[in-house]
């Protein structure tokens, strides 16, 4: 198993940066395919983001598209969601997941393939 950690959140204003930073341990990062999630209060927990277990192939969903950038440094066990232009809606707990899978250059958008969770970070963003 790895266990995740993220840091890195906070309160900015609306057109702000943040970055966001998840921690791995236990198991080789590299195994795993990562997932940057959010959920806003009343809301579904959605994808925010992916990268492969290589960091060669992302996803990102298109309400962040072009605003958010997805990375990963195996050799640190750490990855990183940046996030820039913030808006509002962009106000959410923020969860590193990972997914263990056997592809190297494949992206994991399924919720239900991300089994390790990190605890969350909350992004506040204000007009």
């Known amino acids: 198993q790895v266990q995740l950690v993220e840091s890195g959140g906070g309160s900015v204003q609306a057109g702000g940066s943040l970055r966001l930073s998840c921690a791995a341990s236990g198991r080789t990062f590299s195994s795993y395919a990562m997932g940057w999630f959010r959920q806003a209060p009343g809301k579904e927990r959605e994808l925010v983001a992916a990268?492969?277990?290589?960091?060669?192939?992302?996803y990102y969903a298109d309400s962040v598209k072009d605003r958010f950038t997805i990375s990963r440094d195996n050799a640190k066990n750490t990855g990183y969601l940046q996030l820039s232009s913030l808006k509002p809606e962009d106000t959410a707990i923020y969860y590193c997941?990972?997914?263990?899978?056997?592809?190297?250059?494949?992206?994991?958008?399924?919720?239900?393939?991300?089994?390790?969770w990190g605890q969350g970070t909350q992004v506040t963003v204000s007009s």
């Open positions: 997941a990972g997914s263990r899978i056997i592809g190297i250059i494949a992206v994991v958008t399924a919720r239900n393939q991300y089994a390790y």
């Open positions: 990268i492969s277990r290589s960091g060669t192939s992302t």
